[in-house]
């Protein structure tokens, strides 16, 4: 499948700007200003969690430092199209309902549980225009699709990742999710995107393997 690619305000709108200080609000309103501010939270938190990963394919390093870079976008583009309407793309009022829509993966899904990724694209061009590129699938072999979900209210958006980067999860064997979303991960990892981008996460967690695998 080819990349998919659309239209946002990214280049000029990078990240979401911060009404207040880190120290004082960890969970900033957004504006639609670029701010040097949360781009120095990113880069320092992509630093950290890729800190102790020492390995001699500095390739595949550094096709999972995009990946987790493309997550970070696709988080802003989420938070920001919440911001325009008051509510997540596909959510769904009823408590524990589930979506998924599969982001670089030209597999056929017929489950109402599966949203088509044009859809998705569709729908967030029409809330926030179309001015920018936003890759939405992987690079490299290894990782083949990101994941956006909608649970209830609620959302997340995960990338595979080659290494065991901090925050990650060991889903299989030498396969690690890395996840971004509405709020933090109870029954499994996953970083709050506002606080992200607030600094919140200054300090690395180390990666886990998931209950059950024996590690």
């Not at 949360?38 to 890729?50: A, Y």
Request: net charge negative.
């Amino acid at each position: 499948m080819s990349r998919l690619s659309f239209v946002v305000i990214l280049l000029l709108l990078p990240f979401f700007g911060c009404s207040k200080p880190e120290s004082t609000d960890p969970k900033p309103t957004f504006s639609l200003h670029p701010n040097a501010r949360v781009r120095k939270h990113l880069q320092r938190h992509l630093e950290d969690i890729f800190a102790e990963i020492d390995v001699s394919d500095a390739n595949q390093l550094d096709l999972d430092r995009q990946r987790v870079t493309d997550i970070h976008q696709l988080a802003f583009v989420i938070e920001l199209y919440k911001e325009r309407t008051g509510t997540y793309p596909f959510v769904d009022p009823v408590e524990g309902s589930i979506s998924n829509v599969i982001l670089g993966d030209d597999v056929e899904r017929d489950d109402p549980h599966y949203i088509d990724d044009a859809t998705f694209v569709t729908e967030l061009a029409r809330v926030l225009g179309d001015s920018l590129q936003l890759a939405l699938e992987p690079t490299g072999e290894a990782s083949r699709h990101y994941v956006y979900s909608v649970y209830g209210q609620r959302y997340g958006v995960a990338a595979m990742l080659d290494h065991p980067v901090g925050w990650s999860e060991g889903i299989r064997p030498e396969q690690w999710q890395y996840r971004v979303g509405s709020s933090e991960g109870t029954q499994f990892p996953m970083l709050e995107a506002r606080r992200l981008f607030a600094g919140g996460y200054a300090a690395s967690r180390p990666a886990r393997y998931r209950r059950g695998l024996g590690r």
